[in-house]
């Protein structure tokens, strides 16, 4: 079985956002693997230690993506994929991710493909659908369960809470939403394998890509930080005393009344 | 009667050899299981280890620390060495009668001092019966084999005292107050003729010799190779108690991944001390009994590890070398571990390696239940090191099989990435001592500038620079420091995790990465002398550093608030109307032996009241947090801060003070869960003295914090 991992390399979670003239400021930021990503990655592991074949980890980045790879391949991935834009793309949003994927997936058979719900830096959640859209293969997204019985595949989808039971058949794209599965520490035997299984570096040449079939559907106009929380007021006082405050509060000061 | 003599004399000769040989053999199989073992790093410090031998071998501390147990091993101990002496005259008695042991004047002294030591044995023995069988004393096990030794020196004891009888009788010796038992003995079977005596002294003489061989035996292939493993195992422990091992990651590239191992996943992989630790385990229970997982229902129980660990080291030993354990092998047949010895070698070594030590001989969650508190150690006898091997194994876990508990592998990634367990933001971490802008707190580089110098890098740790409680002790403590004038400064966004969590949950490597990186920190900054709040970072600094080329001094804080109220630096004068119970801290009492300056600060503020509570000082109990617990939820059992806290109550304190931020924390849920922080306050000890020595002089007896 030939399983595929779409994977993103984003900020840490806790890392602080800093804008310098309408550009993220990379600074000193702590990398890690889009965590929604991670589950896809332990997922491909888990059904390939089931079902046999073989997992891909594919990413679109720059060199120091590499890490993020290195670490899919230390949980266990059999083959990584980087596909380096840094020195031809200025800019790109999901159109021109989901277009260097198509490139890269003609000619290949996949059998699963996996990628995260979101990533955690845009959260737009396109790129999984349209690329099934472009392949012409089914998806479904938010998985929180997956069960494969030959061709055919049994989901449980989160539906804001609720699941909802599909059944599908291979080839497939998912996305993963957390609560699918647990990811695992990578091993430190498993991190020394990893440095020595092969991780192949693409362009968008070696695609028959060119840059202007890349350029952007989407502008950005304008980056900012959301407005500093200020802290949360506790009114004191006799009980009648706070809840006249509280309304006049919610009248004059939040403007909510 | 003399050919009877020598039939005796000879047959003695041949049962003796052939019990000693027994003996030798039983021993030297187990040497050689311990051979299998990895080498032990071993460093002289014979001073250290001949204390050792004097207080805790001689002097029984250790098991002084249960009284009435203690008392009856004393009892054994001494009574077992000397009567000795009494067993060989017993030989001399039964080989040559007429003759004794050649003491001339001092004989009859040495009968009534060994008929009195015999008593004292037996006195023990029905004691020992007592507590195990009776009293059923919770620690001990309560089979026929765990109290078959009562029967091997009961027997020995009556034997002697029997048979000394008889030959009273049959040499027609008059009674004597010298040998009191004996007489009476004697003069109640004076109507035996003398021949009939001297056929029962024969018999008792036979019954004592073969009990003696037999036990000679059974000693190092039961519980009871305590006597050999014992000592030797206490003159062989690590020299600074807790500390871990460090293990090498160099290995050339050719190395087969396959093949890399770290920590220990079989039993080989242990080294050889901690194998005569298996050995020197007399399942007395002592540490399971303080344990604070085993307490609160978890799965973990100490000696259980000891004892599976022996059994398993017996079944491996037996398949891998082919010598039976378990001696004489023809009486045992198939049992045990000896059915591996007679396996033929490939088949026993293919079926032992179907077992799989984690897993199937000590689980996942025994392993993950360990608060590495130490109070195992410290109440064991014969000093075995569980902590140390219960790392081991997590080391093998974790790095080679990368499982642990989720909860605990996200701290471990947060403090990879941002250098602490919560995973908050690394530039953040300077921000706690904007809480009181009043208190000067220059970070290193600060100074620099300022082309100031600092004596003191005061450590913060991550738990006193992100977490709200904690932050206050931060703020207190540096606060005194200012009062003190004491010169210190931080390295604000530059420290980052002293690596005692990923260390004790079994992350080595990623451990081994951070003290690279703080060494290099510290070693930038001229770093000679460290100060913190945080009794693990204290611990790791002091302890475990210096492994790595880095040695400071390293001091807790309450160490040098000790030394600024003494001399006069720092005078608490506000009066503290509370009644206070001081929780020890594991790795500053336990790890460290500081047990006295928390308290001598706490006694310096005038008014507090200090009470103690049971298990106090070197039997603290746990609050839990340790070893990498503080970060994953207790899911069975009781919680272990609620026991803890529950013991602090049985006190009735108005305060709860401790000097380890995570103790803290523990505690103070542990008065939520009570419900009883509405009048129960919990401190650090450097935040009640700045309370008084920051006050005019007025009394506080309102419920703190």
């Known amino acids: ?257 | 009667m003399n050919t009877f003599l020598m039939i005796n004399l000879i047959t003695f000769i041949i049962v003796t050899f052939y019990g000693l040989f027994l003996f030798g053999k039983a021993v030297a199989t187990r040497i050689t299981y311990m051979k299998l073992g990895k080498k032990s790093e071993f460093d002289l410090a014979l001073n250290k280890r001949l204390r050792d031998i004097w207080f805790i071998v001689f002097g029984q501390s250790k098991l002084l620390k249960d009284k009435k147990s203690g008392l009856i091993h004393v009892m054994m101990f001494y009574g077992f060495i000397l009567v000795q002496f009494g067993a060989i005259d017993m030989f001399v008695k039964g080989l040559a009668p007429g003759n004794h042991l050649p003491l001339g004047l001092l004989y009859p002294g040495f009968t009534f001092f060994q008929e009195l030591v015999t008593l004292t044995i037996l006195v023990a023995v029905v004691w020992a019966f007592y507590r195990r069988y009776i009293e059923k004393l919770v620690r001990l096990k309560r089979g026929f084999y765990a109290g078959i030794v009562l029967l091997f020196i009961g027997t020995l004891m009556i034997s002697v005292l029997f048979g000394n009888g008889m030959l009273q009788i049959w040499l027609g010796e008059a009674a004597t107050w010298t040998e009191p038992v004996a007489s009476v003995i004697a003069l109640g079977f004076s109507w035996l003729p003398p021949t009939a005596a001297m056929v029962l002294f024969f018999i008792a003489w036979w019954i004592h010799t073969v009990t003696i061989l037999a036990f000679l035996v059974y000693i190092p292939q039961s519980k009871h190779a305590h006597l050999i493993a014992g000592p030797v195992n206490v003159f062989l422990s690590k020299r600074i108690p807790g500390k871990m091992k460090t293990i090498s990651f160099d290995f050339d590239e050719d190395t087969d991944e396959e093949e890399i191992s770290f920590g220990v996943g079989k039993v080989e992989d242990f080294d050889q001390r901690q194998m005569l630790d298996f050995y020197a385990c007399v399942e007395c229970g002592r540490c399971t009994s303080v344990c604070p997982a085993a307490t609160t229902g978890k799965m973990l129980s100490p000696m259980d590890i000891m004892i599976k660990l022996r059994d398993h080291l017996n079944d491996k030993g037996a398949a891998v070398t082919g010598k039976a354990p378990w001696v004489p092998a023809y009486a045992f047949g198939n049992k045990g571990p000896n059915k591996y010895a007679h396996m033929e070698h490939e088949t026993a070594v293919a079926e032992i390696n179907q077992i799989n030590m984690i897993g199937d001989i000590i689980t996942e969650e025994e392993l993950a239940g360990c608060t590495t508190c130490r109070n195992c150690e410290d109440a064991c006898p014969v000093m075995n090191e569980h902590v140390g091997q219960i790392i081991d194994m997590r080391r093998y876990l974790v790095m080679t099989e990368g499982k642990m508990d989720p909860e605990a592998q996200r701290a471990v990634m947060n403090i990879e990435r941002q250098g602490n367990p919560w995973g908050l933001s690394k530039k953040d971490r300077i921000k706690w001592r904007e809480l009181d802008e009043d208190v000067y707190i220059p970070t290193v580089k600060e100074l620099k500038k300022e082309k100031q110098e600092f004596e003191y890098l005061f450590w913060v740790s991550s738990m006193g620079a992100y977490d709200s409680r904690s932050q206050k002790i931060a703020i207190a403590f540096a606060k005194l420091m200012n009062k003190a004038g004491i010169s210190f400064a931080i390295l604000g966004n530059r420290e980052a995790n002293s690596g005692d969590t990923a260390r004790r949950i079994g992350n080595e490597f990623l451990f081994q990465e951070i003290a690279e990186k703080n060494i290099k920190e510290f070693e930038k900054n001229e770093v000679t002398k460290i100060v913190t709040i945080d009794p693990h970072a204290y611990n790791i600094f002091k302890n475990e550093y210096p492994d790595f080329g880095f040695n400071a001094e390293v001091i807790h804080h309450t160490q040098i608030l000790y030394d600024l109220v003494m001399n006069g630096k720092l005078r608490p004068k506000g009066r503290i109307e509370h009644r206070l119970t001081y929780h020890d801290s594991c790795y500053l009492g336990r790890y460290n032996d500081v047990y006295d300056p928390p308290r001598e600060v706490l006694k310096a503020i005038p008014s507090l009241e200090l009470v103690e509570m049971v298990r106090t000082r070197d039997n603290g109990m746990c609050c839990g947090a340790g070893g990498g617990l503080m970060w994953t939820e207790e899911t069975t059992g009781n919680r272990i801060n609620v026991a803890r806290t529950e013991q602090a109550l049985e006190v009735n304190p108005t305060m709860i003070s401790s000097a380890c931020p995570f103790c803290l924390t523990m505690l103070s849920d542990g008065t939520k869960a009570k419900d009883v922080d509405q009048e129960i306050g919990t401190m650090d000890v450097a935040e009640i003295l700045a309370l008084s020595v920051f006050s005019s002089g007025e009394s506080v007896s309102s419920k703190l914090v």
Do not use: W
């Open chain 1, 1 to 257: 079985m030939n399983i595929y991992v779409l994977l993103k390399k984003t900020f840490d979670t806790e890392d602080k956002i800093v804008i310098n003239n309408g550009e993220i400021d990379e600074g000193d930021a702590e990398f890690i693997i889009n965590p929604y990503d991670e589950y896809a990655v332990e997922e491909a592991i888990i059904q390939r230690d089931k079902h046999g074949g073989e997992v891909t980890v594919v990413t679109i980045g720059d060199e120091d993506s590499e890490s993020q790879l290195r670490t899919a391949l230390a949980m266990g991935a059999d083959k990584a994929v980087l596909i380096n834009i840094e020195d031809d793309l200025e800019d790109g949003d999901q159109f021109t991710t989901t277009k260097i994927l198509e490139a890269f997936f003609e000619g290949k058979e996949p059998d699963l493909i996996l990628a995260g719900n979101v990533a955690i830096d845009e959260a737009s959640g396109q790129v999984g659908p349209r690329l099934a859209e472009r392949l012409d293969i089914p998806y479904v997204t938010t998985i929180v369960g997956l069960e494969m019985d030959g061709e055919t595949v049994h989901i449980e989808k989160d539906v804001e809470g609720d699941v909802e039971k599909i059944e599908v058949n291979l080839p497939l794209l998912v996305t993963c939403q957390q609560g699918l599965n647990e990811p695992r520490y990578p091993s430190l035997p498993g991190i020394m394998k990893a440095k020595r299984k092969p991780l192949e570096e693409l362009e968008i040449d070696d695609l028959d890509l060119e840059e202007d079939e890349l350029e952007p559907k989407t502008e950005t106009v304008n980056r900012f930080l959301p407005a500093e929380k200020s802290a949360g007021r506790i009114l004191e006082g006799e009980m009648d005393d706070q809840v006249k405050e509280l309304i006049s509060l919610l009248k004059n000061e939040a403007k909510v009344l």
